[in-house]
């Protein structure tokens, strides 16, 4: 068993939270979540920046006192995180004392030893966002001089000698290629770095700001936030207050950020901590950025998405599973209540939701509500059992590799594979017809992946799989990989119950613009691609299952020239397409091709025919050929 310590950032108490917010925040908690299954021991930490100007201001506003006012404020990130299902194991605040003496300490410490020195400073000095600025961020033009915020301040100050490190942290980032994360955001810090690099202003006289730690050493002066800040990942787990504790989180396995705050954890934090004498956290890894459309959200354009009324909509565990499915971490994504219900509808209501009702009501039906004894397994088992056992461990494996898009990927494949497994099988039929033993096998085999799967996706949709995990009789509590890692856990005689709607499906209207995305088959996403090449993510392909077929017959439809009629074979199941190729094909050149087919295509009637799928053919002109596979290969394999 290993620790798993992760943090999320501090966030500013006088915001609102925001979809921003939570998502860094579930992050946290769906990691934090997969380590508890996996046996290790986790710390997960959040909380809330509350010092300097703005909470100053807004404190004067209401007319009361900065505590008072972050008092009241805090609350709602609070509240926030119990609805989301957030299982912090820590809640800092920079206003407790927990945290107030240890940056005192440091503070000190440092002072004594050189690492912070006071001069006089005379330059340019942004107001809003409390930082200085240099001659360039000046916009002489609009104003004549400075913009409104920007002021000229002669005055003295404290500075971290952090110029002094640059080297230092050029090469330990070089060295340890984990240490900022993703790779694109390693290079993005190596190339502020190789600009130069100034030593840190940690001081505000309180003649300007007074809301905050009073440096230890001169009362005229309070802390720079950010300094303050960035110490909460120690402070919070024991630094200079219990050794024990501290020594058993620290390094943070796992930073997590936005990327607009890497500066600030990828140099100054990790100078602050070299200064301190203290070893570097593990990874830093900086998630991108949740748009509307191409946009940045902001509380001016007033398109920020309350991540409290989505959920309310839709319920908790569906908003938690859209944002880890959606993003590929590290990148931005495009948020979009379209998108949202897309992914919602295909799967969960329709892929998950299938397969949870199918196993819960034939097991109802025909087993009276108890998990059959399975007899011996096919090659359809088998192949189930493989694909869930590997999806199970590859999901993990995208955990550490921060591609939890991808694990998901997995196992939603699973579920449909799962569904492909029960119309293979047709265990309704098997009941029917008297064939127990088979039916018996299938229903245990679809059962056990429900199982699984369950459990895989009960960090990420906690109450729902849990719920899920009830009605099959396995117990709503968190389970622990070592259960899910095995096939057959399941034990016969288990009794399961009725099964409810768990991912009621959300209707949409097709209007206007929705309309057409849904026809050309385009994914919104698409549409903010750049230079009108619709890029779609790998997530979007993998949710198009493509396999290989073997035509068996065909035939000509009535009062269709275009149209041919085809039997085909997709590894042991008998299905019937409807295709337009009948002006290139005869019915007799058919049987017996190897073609490629989309499997997960809804069915439907075409000229009154069942159809249950789509070829591909490739055409050019009036050409048209199909799509068919170079050598020998059964049918019903994966094509990618
Ligand atoms: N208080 C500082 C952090 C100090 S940590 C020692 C801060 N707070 S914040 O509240 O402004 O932002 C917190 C996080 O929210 C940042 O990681 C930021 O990237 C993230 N997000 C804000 N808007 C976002 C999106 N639209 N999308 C994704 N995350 C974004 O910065």
Redesign the pocket.
């Known amino acids: 068993m290993s620790k798993f310590y992760v943090t999320?950032?501090?966030?500013?108490v006088n915001?609102k939270p925001?979809?921003?917010?939570a998502?860094?925040t579930i992050l946290a908690d769906v990691l934090a979540r997969y380590h508890r299954l996996a046996g290790d021991e986790t710390h997960f930490l959040t909380g809330t920046?509350e010092h300097g100007l703005k909470v100053q201001q807004a404190a004067d506003a209401r007319g009361v006192t900065p505590q008072e006012h972050v008092d009241s404020t805090v609350v709602r990130f609070q509240e926030v995180w119990q609805r989301l299902d957030i299982t912090h194991d820590d809640f800092i605040r920079t206003t407790e004392d927990r945290h107030r003496t240890i940056v005192q300490k440091i503070l000190q410490d440092l002072y004594d030893r050189g690492e912070i020195y006071a001069a006089d400073y005379d330059g340019w000095y942004d107001v809003t966002s409390e930082t200085f600025v240099t001659e360039k961020d000046v916009d002489v033009n609009q104003t004549g001089g400075s913009t409104p915020n920007i002021i000229r301040i002669t005055e003295r100050n404290y500075f971290f000698r952090m110029g002094y490190y640059r080297d230092w942290l050029i090469k330990y980032i070089e060295d340890n290629p984990l240490f900022i994360q993703p790779d694109f955001r390693r290079n993005e810090t190596l190339g502020f770095l190789k600009k130069g690099l100034n030593d840190l202003c940690i001081s505000r006289p309180k003649s300007r700001l007074n809301w905050g730690i009073e440096l230890p050493f001169d009362s005229d002066f309070v802390t720079y936030v950010?300094f303050d800040?960035?110490v909460?990942?120690i402070s919070a787990v024991g630094y200079l207050s219990d050794n024990a504790t501290f020594e058993k989180w620290w390094p943070a396995n796992y930073h997590l950020?936005?990327?607009?705050?890497l500066t600030?954890?990828t140099v100054y934090w990790p100078t602050m901590l070299k200064a301190i004498g203290l070893p570097m956290p593990q990874t830093i890894f900086a998630?991108?950025?949740?748009?509307m459309g191409k946009d940045?959200?902001s509380k001016s354009s007033g398109n920020v998405v309350n991540p409290l009324a989505l959920s309310e909509k839709y319920g908790v565990d569906a908003f938690r599973y859209f944002l880890m499915a959606e993003m590929p971490l590290g990148q931005d994504a495009s948020f979009s209540e379209e998108a949202f219900t897309r992914r919602y509808n295909t799967d969960l209501a329709n892929d998950l939701g299938n397969m949870l009702s199918r196993v819960l009501k034939l097991v109802n039906a025909y087993c009276d509500g108890r998990i059959p004894e399975p007899g011996p397994a096919g090659n359809e088992e088998e192949a189930l059992r493989q694909a869930c056992l590997k999806a199970a461990q590859e999901m993990l494996v995208s955990v550490t590799e921060m591609r939890l898009d991808k694990g998901l990927a997995g196992l939603s494949g699973v579920v449909r594979e799962t569904n492909r497994y029960l119309e293979v099988r047709q265990p309704w039929t098997l009941a029917k017809t008297g064939q127990t033993e088979l039916f018996n096998t299938s229903m245990y085999y679809a059962a056990e992946a429900l199982r699984i799967v369950s459990g895989m996706l009960h960090p990420v949709m906690p109450g729902k799989m849990s719920a899920l995990r009830q009605a099959l009789g396995v117990g709503a509590d968190a389970p622990a990989y070592d259960t899910l890692a095995v096939w057959g856990q399941l034990a016969p005689g288990t009794a399961v119950t009725k099964p409810e709607s768990l991912f009621p499906r959300i209707e949409t209207k097709v209007a206007g613009k929705d309309k057409t995305e849904a026809k050309s088959g385009t994914p919104a996403k698409a549409a903010s691609s750049e230079e009108g090449v619709a890029l779609i993510e790998y997530t979007d392909f993998a949710r198009v299952e493509l396999r290989t077929a073997r035509i068996v017959a065909a035939e000509k439809v009535n009062g269709a020239e275009k149209l041919l009629y085809l039997d085909i074979d997709v590894g042991g199941e008998a299905r019937k397409i409807v295709a337009g190729i009948a002006q290139h094909y005869t019915v007799d050149e058919l049987p017996g091709k190897t073609i490629v087919i989309v499997a997960n295509l809804k069915p439907a009637k075409i000229r009154g025919l069942k159809s249950e799928g789509m070829l591909l053919a490739a055409s050019h002109g009036d050409q048209l050929r199909l799509v068919t596979v170079d050598g020998v290969l059964p049918s019903g394999g994966t094509v990618r």
């Open positions: 999320t950032p501090i966030y500013y915001d925001h979809i921003g917010h998502y860094t920046d950010w800040a960035l909460n990942y950020i936005g990327k607009d705050i600030t954890h998630h991108g950025w949740w748009l940045k959200m």
